[in-house]
T-cell receptor, first 113, second 110 residues
Framework: DADVTQTPRNRITKTGKRIMLECSQT?????MYWYRQDPGLGLQLIYY???????NKGEISDGYSVSRQAQAKFSLSLESAIPNQTALYFC????????????FGSGTRLTVV | GIQVEQSPPDLILQEGANSTLRCNFS?????LQWFHQNPWGQLINLFY???GTKQNGRLSATTVATERYSLLYISSSQTTDSGVYFC????????????FGKGTKLTVNP
């Protein structure tokens, strides 16, 4: 099983619908992140969480919300999806005390029509 | 905020060739990572290298923090090296979040 699992892998939804992307990890890491990738661009940070009670906005949080249900679970919601939220979404984890590498999930490809 | 610039934006090689990818950043960093995104979209962490030099097989990386750049070397390239290579940095006052460059797209032809 993957260390960081994202569901669904692909999703097509209609404008105005609410959608939730889920992320779970078995790394035991405290820190979790949601990133968005648009074609030809790098990744932009949407939200991040350093523990269950610590949630912070990233660069592009408008139109998104998150929930950290447990240390291992971090969900991203689009309250009312719009077409320019069509993108590849990644969840990532990292350790608290030792600055090290990020581990990414396989991504969710979201299309809003 | 910190700026991260990667060069070249695109690179095409024949199998067996060597290459150097560059990452420049605009401020002091305490975290620098290189990632490879394969053609299927998966992101793999290659190196955590805020300073110094590391090697892993045909890949190596060097970060000169005082001069604000990092280099990723790929030797004897293979078609499986194709994809996009991202540099990402974290900095003091950035709450340990990573800021990504726009990447270098590498195509290795057989």
């Amino acid at each position: 099983d993957a260390d960081v699992t994202q569901t669904p892998r692909n999703r097509i939804t209609k404008t105005g619908k609410r959608i939730m992307l889920e992320c779970s990890q078995t790394k035991g890491h405290d820190r979790m992140y949601w990133y968005r990738q648009d074609p030809g661009l790098g990744l932009q940070l949407i939200y991040y969480s350093f523990d269950v009670k610590d949630i912070n906005k990233g660069e592009i949080s408008d139109g998104y919300s998150v929930s950290r249900q447990a240390q291992a679970k971090f969900s991203l919601s689009l309250e009312s999806a719009i077409p320019n939220q069509t993108a590849l979404y990644f969840c990532a984890t990292s350790e608290r005390d030792r600055m090290g590498g990020y581990t990414f999930g396989s991504g969710t490809r979201l299309t809003v029509v | 905020g910190i700026q991260v610039e990667q060069s070249p934006p695109d690179l095409i090689l024949q199998e067996g060739a060597n290459s150097t990818l560059r990452c420049n950043f605009s401020d002091s960093v305490n975290n620098l990572q290189w990632f490879h995104q394969n053609p299927w979209g998966q992101l793999i962490n290659l190196f955590y290298i805020p300073s110094g030099t590391k090697q892993n097989g045909r890949l190596s990386a060097t970060t000169v923090a005082t001069e604000r750049y990092s280099l990723l070397y790929i030797s004897s390239s293979q078609t499986t090296d194709s994809g996009v290579y991202f540099c990402a940095v974290g900095y003091q006052g950035g709450s340990e979040k990573l800021v990504f460059g726009k990447g270098t797209k590498l195509t290795v032809n057989p």
